[in-house]
Nanobody, 122 residues
């Protein structure tokens, strides 16, 4: 069992930056691919970014490419989402997620955090 706790959300003006953190419990963090998703009001949850176990491989949704990054610190059991040049359309609840240890790219995420609200004002 893995518990994921997000933090760092809040209200920011368009063009600003925020860094979300996701702290994971347990001893298996470094073996788990991690991801960030978001869900805006009235919309389905969508993929934002993903990172491999070592951090050597990342992937991003086209809508955030060039603005967001997803570093991880395996020594701190934490994955981050650095969000720059924020836009009002980035407003959503952001969730981090963890896959099964050593899971491949096609496998589903196994554990989810409770989410943190990000609001970008125009």
């Amino acid at each position: 069992q893995v518990t994921l706790v997000e933090s760092g959300g809040g209200l920011v003006q368009a063009g600003g930056s925020l860094r979300l953190s996701c702290a994971a419990s347990g001893r298996t963090f470094s073996s788990r691919p991690m991801g960030w998703f978001r869900q805006a009001p009235g919309k389905e949850r969508e993929f934002v970014a993903a990172i491999s176990r070592s951090g050597g491989s990342t992937a991003y949704a086209d809508s955030v490419k060039g603005r967001f990054t997803i570093p991880r610190d395996n020594g701190k059991n934490t994955v981050y989402l650095q969000m720059n040049s924020l836009k009002p359309e980035d407003t959503a609840v952001y969730y981090c997620a963890a896959k099964t240890p050593y899971a491949g790219s096609r496998e589903d995420y196994e554990f989810w955090g409770q989410g943190t609200q990000v609001t970008v004002s125009s």
